[in-house]
């Protein structure tokens, strides 16, 4: 058997190799009549075997094969890496998307306890999370977006209405959306800027948007999140 080697490989553009497994072994059409098959069984236990493989490994690598494996490297090496991620949620209609750094947990919606003279549809009230009162906001309000009607729960899509709890900077802030699905990694050269059309009040509060699942997502800012939030006991 000869085995063709690429131009511009080794002085030696053919090696040669007894295929022995072909003729007389039990590879191919091979007529099994070698001696050494009562001993080694297959082929693929004969020293014959695995010396000819380590011949086809070893030998010297093409100028065509160098190159190609070069060029695959050197574009895998160039391209930018997911470096940015965020959690995926729903608030009506619309998604929004936040670094799961400050996502402290996730649970099952609560019954939320008016608080006297709140006046402010951006604060809805207290939950008891763990034993404490934490404030529960409205982030729809907030960004000035509308919820939409509720889409209820369907198990078989794994909706489920959930509270979503955030921390930073020694403060939680407690919101319920209408669904909360994965963790999303990305491109950064996949962000693209808020359309001018966005619903959201505050354009400074999103990073911009992404395209998840033949979705827009709106990447916000936790910080200036905070700020809007925090402007509410103002």
């Known amino acids: 058997m000869k085995v063709k080697m690429a131009k511009g490989g080794s002085k030696n553009e053919d090696m040669v190799i007894d295929d022995c497994w072909n003729k007389i072994g039990v590879q191919g059409n091979g007529d099994r009549s070698c001696s050494e098959l009562d001993k080694v069984v297959h082929c693929r236990n004969c020293k014959k075997f695995v010396a000819a ?84 906001i409205s982030i729809g309000h907030i960004l000035g977006v509308n919820r939409g009607g509720s889409r209820g729960i369907n198990v078989k899509d794994g909706v489920y209405e959930r509270m979503i709890v955030l921390s930073g900077a020694d403060v939680k802030y407690v919101f319920p959306v209408s669904e909360i699905r994965e963790i999303y990694h990305y491109y950064p050269t ?26 827009y997502v709106s990447c916000l800012d936790f910080n200036i999140l905070s700020e809007l939030i925090d402007g509410i006991f103002e």
């Open 53 to 136: 493989g380590r011949q086809l490994l070893d030998r010297e690598s093409t100028v065509d094969y160098k190159r190609d494996w070069y060029e695959q490297i050197s574009s895998a090496a160039g391209n930018h890496k997911k470096t940015e991620s965020i959690v995926t949620f729903r608030l009506g209609d619309q998604w929004f998307g936040l670094p799961p750094k400050y996502f402290d947990e996730v649970i099952k919606c609560k019954g939320i306890h008016s608080i006297p003279h709140n006046r402010s549809d951006k604060l809805k009230g207290v939950v008891a999370i763990r034993g404490e009162l934490q404030l529960c």
């Open 190 to 215: 996949e962000l693209s800027a808020p359309p001018a059309t966005s619903s959201v009040k505050s354009q400074n509060v999103v990073l911009g948007v992404i395209n998840w699942n033949d979705k």
